[in-house]
């Protein structure tokens, strides 16, 4: 198992004629996933990197059976394109744009939550099993299969994350950029919610930053009886009080916000917190050690 994608994921690129979408139908195709459909509206595209292109999601899935879409338009497109591959049907959609109205972000969070569907992003890399599927365009050599799942605010800070796992020797089973805008598709407390109910997933890497509450939810999880053991790293330790960084949710406007206090109150829940990059690898397999202790 893995968490949202596998092997039988069939994938849908709404955007496919662009610079970005042609790149990763080629991409997600390399790595083994099912890419069944794109979407090219007003454009007169047939074919896309072999790919067969519709000119609405609707057709898309009833001819193609797509049941995950991977969205590439500007924010100002983002409502319409998303909520219409979620009316089409698709269970899995990862939108990576930057710059979503946040008005426009809860509109989409909740038509999801309406039909049963799991949003990725805004802001986000998409979603990676490693060895099985993808629905992003974070770089697939980062990444090996194995025991751990992911969960990141940060893209960049992911993909150097799985590098350093990999040569490590911990593979991934999922690995899920939540994002980094105040109001996700999918938070950090739903992502755990999916990885605890996988089997594969033995333990579990947070990758958190300053401002929002994300990892106050991770520490409350980490709390709980039977909470697969957990790690994680917080970047933003040097952050001035007041000053957006990268995110728009990078930002101290309190003492909470601030990586000192999230530090401790994962420390207080048993979480494995690295200092640093050098130390990540260090706390994740302590978590993992630590999960082979239980079941034995």
């Known amino acids: 198992m ?34 069944v459909a794109g979407i090219a509206p007003g454009k007169d595209e047939r074919e896309v990197e072999r790919v067969p292109v519709f000119q609405d999601a609707r057709t898309a899935c009833a001819r ?16 319409d394109a998303v909520l219409e591959v979620i009316d089409a049907g698709c269970k899995v959609i990862v939108y990576p744009g930057d710059g979503l109205p946040v008005q426009d972000a809860v509109e989409l969070r909740a038509a999801a ?4 569907a799991v949003l990725i992003g ?11 599927a993808k629905l992003g365009f974070m770089p697939s050599f980062c990444y090996t299969p194995g025991p751990l799942g992911v969960i990141s605010r940060s893209g960049s800070l992911s993909y150097e994350a799985g590098w350093r796992l990999t040569t490590a020797g911990m593979g991934q089973a999922t690995v899920i950029g ?28 947070y990758l958190g930053e300053i401002g929002g509450a994300d990892e106050y939810a991770v520490a409350r999880y980490a ?3 039977g909470a697969k053991p957990t790690a994680a790293l917080i970047v933003g330790a040097a952050a001035p009080p007041g000053k957006k960084m990268g995110h728009a949710a990078a930002l101290v406007g309190s003492v909470a916000d ?23 690898t260090n706390a994740v397999r302590c978590a993992l050690e630590r999960r082979k202790a239980a079941t034995h």
């Open 113 to 116: 939550m309406r039909k049963g």
């Open 178 to 205: 939540i994002g980094g805008d105040p109001v996700k598709g999918t938070n950090a407390a739903e992502a755990l919610e999916l990885m605890h109910a996988d089997a594969e997933t033995e333990a579990i890497l």
């Open 223 to 225: 709390e709980q009886p």
């Open 64 to 79: 193609t059976g797509a049941d995950a879409a991977l969205v590439y338009v500007p924010a100002p497109s983002a409502l």
């Open 122 to 132: 805004p802001n986000t890399p998409g979603v990676i099993a490693p060895g099985k």
């Open 258 to 280: 601030s990586q000192a206090a999230k530090v401790a109150a994962l420390r207080q829940a048993c979480v494995h917190v690295a200092e640093n990059l050098r130390e990540l």
């Open 2 to 35: 893995s968490v949202l994608i596998d092997q039988s994921t069939r994938v849908l690129i709404y955007g496919i004629a662009g610079n970005f979408g042609r790149f990763s139908a080629r991409d997600l195709v390399a790595t083994g996933t099912q890419v």
